[in-house]
T-cell receptor, first 114, second 115 residues
Framework: GENVEQHPSTLSVQEGDSAVIKCTYS??????FPWYKQELGKGPQLIID?????GEKKDQRIAVTLNKTAKHFSLHITETQPEDSAVYFC?????????????FGKGTLLTVNP | DAGVIQSPRHEVTEMGQEVTLRCKPI?????LFWYRQTMMRGLELLIY????????DSGMPEDRFSAKMPNASFSTLKIQPSEPRDSAVYFC?????????????FGPGTRLTVL
């Protein structure tokens, strides 16, 4: 089955700096890659996603890049703010038919220091 | 919409007792997912349903775990008998699955503690 590796497990940055989280996946058939943010005591919430026919996607301060050849994708957060502090999860899915299950990475605890 | 609703939010029980977790998905969503989250193992998919039918239960740890979805607006995850190693946060998520798109909306979770 699919295996998703996520690095780093913890990341501490100063407010205003950029943060980058990287993930690799094993199944070349995967074609949907969402990123979730989980705040303390809450369920994960989708913040951005990318499909395999796109190499990059941006939404304000958040961007995701995908390299299908190397089977890795990354989350970039620019101009970080204290409210960005949370656990971030990457995931991969094949989609279609009965393949809607998401395989998640182990998560990255991001701390933005004021 | 109220989002995905889970109950109870917290459950403390003793080893050997039966535990039932409940989930109401977002109206109109056709897929429902049960996850377990622990520090050691992260976020694991236990089972998912599409149009009320179980599609993949390969993540269910053992026969003590069972899940049902009797209709489009309700699902249960049951553990019988419960064990201390079942202590975790259990999340339910729902989505509208179409093509490659599968944005899953998570509920607030049920924190289960088995003593």
């Amino acid at each position: 089955g699919e295996n998703v590796e996520q690095h780093p497990s913890t990341l501490s940055v100063q407010e205003g700096d950029s943060a980058v989280i990287k993930c690799t996946y094993s199944d070349s058939a995967s074609n949907y890659f969402p990123w979730y943010k989980q705040e303390l005591g809450k369920g994960p919430q989708l913040i951005i996603d990318i499909r395999s026919n796109v190499g990059e996607k941006k939404d304000q301060r958040i961007a995701v890049t995908l390299n299908k050849t190397a089977k890795h994708f990354s989350l970039h957060i620019t101009e970080t703010q204290p409210e960005d502090s949370a656990v971030y999860f990457c995931a991969a899915s094949k989609g279609g038919g009965s393949n809607y299950k998401l395989t998640f990475g182990k998560g990255t605890l991001l701390t933005v220091n004021p | 919409d109220a989002g995905v609703i889970q109950s109870p939010r917290h459950e403390v029980t003793e080893m050997g007792q039966e535990v039932t977790l409940r989930c109401k998905p977002i109206s109109g969503h056709n897929s429902l997912f049960w996850y377990r989250q622990t520090m050691m193992r992260g976020l694991e998919l236990l089972i998912y349903f599409n149009n009320n039918v179980p599609i993949d239960d390969s993540g269910m740890p053992e026969d003590r775990f069972s899940a049902k979805m009797p209709n489009a607006s309700f699902s249960t995850l049951k553990i019988q008998p419960s064990e201390p190693r079942d202590s975790a946060v259990y999340f339910c998520a729902s989505s509208v699955t179409s093509g490659t798109y599968n944005e899953q909306f998570f509920g607030p979770g049920t924190r289960l503690t088995v003593l």
